[in-house]
């Protein structure tokens, strides 16, 4: 029996705001900030396992998976620097939006409205994401198995999302949503927060090597996101598949 990953409530939840994908002043304003941080990082991270030359298109012949895509906000940079891409998520709203886009922008990116699991393709991927993605899904464990089988033999995996502590709840839900409204009530639910060792443990299930991990903070004063060591509430984990 096939497990479903799919959170209806989430995807409903996303689906009523997806006209605002692109407004870098509306619901996805954080992201928006967040965008050119794990933009870079994937880049460089990719660039040196890779041992990419190109400065230009250093994603030139490299294909990636982006799951969920949502309006194609990491879609598109991918695609910018040469990557064949594909993105996938559950919400038609989203796909739909991110097409759209997509033909203002005039680039190529095939975008599927479809779950890891219920994904039908052959391709196999050098890159796949899964950016802010996984704290809104059912069965963690089981998404990350299926998002691993696209993945191509020493092929990377990112998985960025929310560290479950008290902390996080103070600052991704109860500042972030309740005090300083950057985002909608209720976008998070602390308990489908994912601790970093857990994450690791259904990674090595899925025969993904864990190489590193590193924490995402928020500057409040200049507005800025920053890759550090702190993991205490935003982290980003790079796996490699064996």
């Known amino acids: 029996m096939k497990i479903s990953t799919i959170n209806k409530k989430e995807i409903e939840k996303f689906s009523k705001i997806a006209n605002e994908w692109w407004d870098p002043e509306g619901k996805f304003k954080p992201l928006h900030k967040f965008n050119p941080v794990r933009i870079k990082y994937i880049k460089e991270n990719s660039i040196n396992h890779f041992k990419i030359k190109s400065k230009n298109l250093p994603f030139k012949n490299l294909k990636i998976l982006d799951i969920g895509c949502g309006g194609g906000?990491?879609?598109?940079?991918?695609?910018?620097?040469?990557?064949?891409?594909?993105?996938?998520?559950?919400?038609?709203k989203n796909i739909n939006i991110a097409k759209v886009h997509s033909k203002k922008t005039k680039l190529n990116i095939n975008y599927i409205c479809s779950s890891p699991e219920n994904l039908k393709t052959k391709n196999k991927f050098d890159i796949v994401l899964n950016m802010e993605i996984v704290e809104h899904v059912d069965d963690v464990n089981s998404f990350v198995k299926n998002s691993s089988k696209f993945l191509k033999k020493n092929g990377l995996m990112y998985i960025a999302t929310l560290n479950k502590t008290l902390k996080s709840y103070i600052f991704a839900i109860i500042g972030a949503e309740y005090i300083l409204k950057w985002l909608p009530i209720g976008t998070h639910d602390w308990d489908k927060f994912v601790k970093p060792s857990d994450l690791i443990g259904y990674a090595k299930n899925s025969s993904l090597k864990f190489r590193k991990l590193d924490g995402v903070t928020f500057n409040p004063i200049n507005q800025t996101w920053n890759i550090n060591k702190d993991a205490g509430v935003n982290y980003i984990a790079q796996f490699r598949k064996v």
Do not use: C, F, Q
């Open 73 to 92: 906000l990491l879609s598109e940079p991918m695609s910018r620097l040469g990557a064949n891409v594909t993105g996938i998520d559950a919400s038609l």
